[in-house]
Every structure is written in structure tokens, then in C-alpha cells.
């Protein structure tokens, strides 16, 4: 699954947590960084699973933003999706 964001027009953004749950609403998992608006999730999702994701931006001092609208994805096997996400 590729994830892919806007980033926001903010200056001082050091990077990205990305977050998925398996419930609409969460609970979210933090499943990796990045330094770009683009992420790659290996794990997930398994067929028949529809998997929800969040992403959050964060600056130098660590501080981060609030969660981004919530996407969704629900691929068929073996299919890669491309899925917005933009930052709030």
C-alpha cells in the first residue's frame, strides 16, 4: 500500500508519523516515520480487511499537529492503492 499526502504549507515540518487501526475511529497504531509525503505500508491490508489510516506532521521540536482526515483502504489481493491523505 502506498500512502501518499499533501504537505502543508507550514514551514519547519521535520517529518511524518503515519498511523493505521483496523476500526474506523481507531484506535491508531503508529506503523512508521517519514521525511516526505510518502509512505510505504508492506504489512497491510490483508485481503478482506479494510484498514484506516492517519497521518500527522511534526516539526523540529518534536511538536505534532493533530491527525489528519482519516482515509480508508480496502485493496484486492496483491493490488497496490494509492491513497490520499491531506494534513488538516
Do not use: C
Amino acid at each position: 500500500m502506498l500512502l501518499t499526502w499533501k504537505a502543508p504549507v507550514t514551514s519547519g515540518i521535520a517529518g511524518y508519523h503515519v498511523y493505521r487501526a483496523n476500526a474506523s475511529g481507531g484506535p491508531y497504531d503508529l506503523i512508521g516515520l517519514s521525511w516526505s509525503p510518502v509512505f510505504e505500508d508492506w504489512v497491510s491490508p490483508r485481503r478482506g480487511q479494510t484498514d484506516y489510516y492517519v497521518v500527522t506532521a511534526y516539526d523540529q521540536p518534536g511538536v505534532q499537529s493533530v491527525n489528519s482526515v482519516e482515509a480508508r483502504a480496502a485493496p484486492w489481493e496483491w493490488q497496490r492503492v494509492f491513497l490520499p491523505v491531506v494534513l488538516k
